[in-house]
């Protein structure tokens, strides 16, 4: 999508520390990061959000949980533990209209979040 800054990372246009690669995902390391994992996942196809994505009918979310699952073990994560988040909607807390969710590890979260 024209204008949008995940569509141009996805698409290789934008430059971005990428972490993996897959046929419907990409993931890359956060600009901003609030512990000392932060990663994104960015579906390749551009989703406003999780709610667009799943009236996809090629959307797989297995794909989304098996890449999760392998970016647990790479870091040695299965059994401290990780935060993902996916923001929905400005009252969510989404900035950028595009489908993505944040993998967050290497410190305590708190609860409630946000």
Same mark, same amino acid.
């Not at 993931?27 to 009236?55: G, Q, T």
């Given at each position: 999508?024209?204008?949008?800054? %995940?569509?141009?990372?996805?698409?290789? =246009?934008? =430059?971005?520390?990428?972490? +993996?690669?897959?046929?419907? %995902?990409?993931?890359? +390391?956060?600009?901003?990061?609030?512990?000392?994992?932060?990663?994104?996942?960015?579906? !390749?196809?551009? %989703?406003?959000? *999780?709610? $667009?994505? !799943? =009236?996809? =009918?090629?959307?797989?979310?297995?794909?989304?949980?098996?890449?999760?699952?392998?970016?647990? +073990?790479?870091?040695?994560?299965? $059994?401290?533990?990780? +935060?993902?988040? *996916?923001?929905?909607?400005?009252?969510?807390?989404?900035?950028?209209?595009?489908?993505?969710?944040?993998?967050?590890?290497? !410190?305590?979260?708190?609860?409630?979040?946000?």
């Amino acid at each position: 999508m024209e204008n949008c800054v %995940f569509c141009g990372i996805a698409s290789g =246009k934008i =430059k971005a520390d990428i972490v +993996r690669e897959t046929g419907n %995902f990409i993931v890359i +390391r956060d600009i901003n990061p609030v512990s000392p994992v932060h990663l994104l996942i960015i579906s !390749r196809k551009h %989703f406003k959000n *999780i709610l $667009d994505a !799943r =009236k996809d =009918k090629d959307f797989d979310p297995c794909d989304f949980f098996d890449l999760v699952g392998s970016l647990a +073990r790479d870091y040695s994560l299965e $059994d401290k533990g990780f +935060r993902t988040v *996916i923001n929905t909607g400005y009252d969510g807390g989404q900035t950028v209209g595009h489908f993505h969710v944040h993998f967050m590890a290497g !410190r305590g979260f708190g609860w409630p979040p946000g």
